[in-house]
């Protein structure tokens, strides 16, 4: 496949994952840690789908779709029951728990896709099917068309969501949840769907990622990868549509920018993480954007 | 406690049957029935500390009762039972009853037309139904226009505001857009717990004029608590009259409010300072533009010394707008000096900056322009901690204390001994369980017996108090300017 | 048995230790010190690397020194900034994380990723090598000096006064500042205190066990655990959640494997949060997720 190809992919299925993360973080003013959670159990479903079960690439798409369901309803129960502090660290603790279930998720010797190894641990699942489907795998830009397609799809769907009455009542309840319970809205039901649809934006990406690298291993639903989003979001504006988008795509790019230095080896890695960790400090400092999740408020100044 | 004392008089659309509170050992009420009638203006009355917003609070879903019910007749004849124990305010704003707070809160980024919007969209609970309205739209990022037309923008008066986002808005018109929201979804019974406070005069017309319409043409049950100050400001209406006394409701006649308050704030206040205590006014009444004025009173002769505090040309931003410029008539900023043995009134209505300005004196917000001066020296951008330590005590009485903290520790950090020297508080209790009124005593405790202050800065400490106590605490403002203390009191006009 | 119980206890202070530490910042002003971590896991890499010059008093006491001066760092340039401009407390946390990350790499790029431990180093192997009372003298000591920060903090914070007034900090700042107390040099407190207990606490564990650049994460979550299920400023209760989650995940441990300490310990985070949500626990903010408007009582 070629690099660029590689790098749209990535920058399509991140831009997705960040766009479902907006809609929590920047429309509803809740800083959620667990979209990689999210984005790795869907890759992971995607890939014991395709590879224990066999099943066709769109079938193994569909599947996973459901999973994706089914895991943002857990998503959505902790939003509906944690708010501000605990919802941040419990979001973490969340995704550090879903992390170490896919890492510990075998005994190391049984099948793939059987209870007691489901996720292959730390091993990671190999041969994951490409989309549209493999018989097609030749053509990598098919793969790249397919997702793109599937991401079009979604971000319609998702704008029309973030520009309707109900994406106004999200930003509303960012604004003043006080003043929307005390009008009779359900702001912990709002909240808990809003984390929904974010999960669920994430799952697919991971569904995607998993069909584009071939290989996944438990470091797709890492803390390094909660963090990553927040930064995509950041860089290009958390409670917009377009900003998550253009963010993803300068974060893809960044490592770029690394590699032209003639930068390379083990020292990438912990390179890439100190990045992009540096910029997320530099944005959190500079424009915190939709993080400030109370709107501007007359006479509201900054603490003592 | 519920009949038809009256003949074809409609049934109460909203009841509280039994309602008990305590806060700890305090018991706020045993056992208290209330009950709203459609059409009907009813003024809360009662003392500091009664619990006027406490049953509020109940009757709307914002605290929980220890025991209660509340009973809503809905516009179909059935009536809704809610066990008070277990309200919230979403159940009780879905059944058509809303609490409107003092301070404002309006949806900050949206504009008045959204807030609105907001308010009157149903909650969108069905996924397809969040999809067939995302559907609709035509234009990217713009609501469809075929939404219902925008509900009381007209008859709150607030077209020529629909387009502004509510962080532009005047005091006055978020009270106002505050108040429609609550119209719009409180279609049963509304609760305004003080609706006129701090509102200038164009601001009480048009609150009015609000009022007059939900009750009489939209048949609304409202409830409003309001201020004795205030009370005056309702006299166009025809109301009923409950007063919360000893824990218990009871009906008062008409509509006389219970002070007299005849004459100017300048007479009243002068009056009152001079009648219980030895404090003689002294010196002009001093204009600080725009309707304010400095009144200054001592019971000892003044001495030629050096001003404790002294404004120079000073200049406030507060929000959008600048304080104390030639815009507002106050030319070149405000000056001011104070004397040690002094204790000064600063008069003013609600809205012209008292508060900023006690902030600034304090050193919680900066100044544009001029100087404030500590015994003749500049404080320039010398924190709040510092200018304590000076000597300037600053005490903002409606947040003056940390409810985590208990009473003997508060004395401990604020004054330095935990004595309670006449306070009538359990050591123990902690202050987020105290009411408005024990908050307000404590407050202005710490702040007369801190010690090493020389100039106290106290921001509307009286309100809500009676005349009794007003008096008790005036006469220990004197003891405090006879040690030599100077004492800046900011009340409202 | 015995083993199991000593593990159990050791874990448990070694938790407390961080949890006090943490919990300094966290009560005091709402701020998650996620970046503690990584000054966790420093310790131990400067012991070892100023211990061939200072010896090992002279690299500890360092190495303590150190950790404090970076978290007072972190605290006032980071921290204090954010506070300036009203950043709500999720920004704070994911400011502390981008921090975290940003040393526990720095530290994984100059030291590489290998766990350290201390109980090897010359000077000190003496000392802990082999066992007393039928436990390794290592792990003993571990746990005496976890002891020993977790009291002085708690009788410091009791009979100073300082506790009262970092709870009002956290309470009303500004209130705070006007009755003549600076805010910055309490706050600026909290965050050195944090540092020096969480530096001390890390020395220890490396003294029994292996500190490495990236544990600090997998420590400060059972610390971060017990100060959450903690009511506000009960430092008591905080030792009795650290000494449970200390048996909890010994347990785990011996019965299933080490992997799955975390997520228990995580679950039982979750469950203590939503348990209080829908259960009502006592949560020290007066209705519901702190929605009730201040001034409108």
Redo the contacts between chains.
Sequence with gaps: MSYELHLLNLALVYGLSALGLSLCVGHVG??S?AQAASFGVGAYAYAIFGVAYSLPSWAALGAAAGVAVAFSFLQGF?AR??????F???T???N??IA??L??GTDGTSRLGSLRNLTNGPYGITDVPPLPSRALGAEPWLLTLTIAFVVVILLITSYAAIASPWGRLLRAIRDS??LA?SLGKKVFSERARAAEVASFLGSMAGVLYASHARYIDPSVAS??LS?FF?TCLLLGGAASFWGPLLGSAGVVLLPEVLRLFGVGGA?VA??R??G???V??AL??LR?GG????GEQPG????? | MSSFLNGGCPPAVLRGLGLKKTFGSHVVFESLDIELRPGELVLLRGENGAGK??LI?LLTG???ADSGRLEILQEDGTTRVVDARRA?PPTLARLGIVKC???P?LFWSHSVRDNLRIASSGSEDSALRVLAQAVRFSKPGRVPATEEPDPYLAEFGLESLVERKVTALSFGQSRRVSLALSAIVGTRALLL?EPLASLDREGTKAVNQLLGQLVEEKKRAVLVVEHALNERLLAGFDYRVLELRSRRLERKEGGEPTSSGVGSPVDLWTGTLEGGTGLRRYGPVEPMGDGGFLLRFRSAPPEGSRPLLSLERLRVQRGAWELFSPQRGQGDGLSMAIHSGDVAVLLARNGWGKSSLAKVI?G?LPATAGQVLLNGQPTLDL????R??QGL????T????????SVA?TL???VGSESLDGLRLAPHREV?TLS?GERQRLALHCALNAADSRLLVLDEPFNGLDRETVARWLELFEAAALQGKAILICLPA | MLTLLSSALSQGFAIAALGFAFALVYWST?I?FVALGALFALAPFLVAALQPDLGVAGAVVSAVVAVTGLSLLLGWA?HE???????????H???S???Y??TA??I??RWGSDVQSLATLPGLSEIVGGRSFLLPTSQLVAMSLCIALVTAVFLVLRFS?HG??L??L??????????????VLLRGMAFGVSGLVAGGASIAIAVDLAVGAHSG?GAL?PA??AT?LTP??RWRSLLVWALSLGLLRTVVTFTT?G??Q??VT??L??LG??GR??GGWKV?R????????????
Aim: hydrophobic share 45%; proline share 6%.
């Design positions: 809740q800083l840690m902790i029951s944690l708010a501000e502090d605990e941040v660290f419990g973490l603790a969340f550090v728990m170490g279930l890492f510990n949840p006080t319970l803390t390094d963090v927040l020292t912990s390179l993480v100190i992009y960790a540096a997320l400090f959190l400092h915190p993080l400030l999740s109370r509201r100044r900054g603490a003592v | 917003t406490t609070d914002n605290q929980r919230d707070w003092q301070r809160e717990d304090a919680d924190p709040s901690w510092a304590r330590r005590l600053y005490t903002e409606a947040n003056a204390l940390f409810g985590n903290l520790e401990r950090l604020k987020r408005g | 709402r998650f980071n900034r954010l506070l300036r401009k009203g950043s709500p407390t999720g920004v946390f994911a400011c994380l981008a921090l990350f940003l790499e720095l994984a790029l006064g009262v007034k709870r009002a956290a309470d009303n700042p500004v209130e705070l500042s006007r009755s003549g107390y600076n805010p994460m979550i971060a655990t959450l506000l400023g494997s992997a799955w975390d997520p995580l679950g985070l979750l949060l939503l949500r829908l020290w007066p209705w519901g997720p702190g929605l009730v408007p201040r001034g409108a009582r």
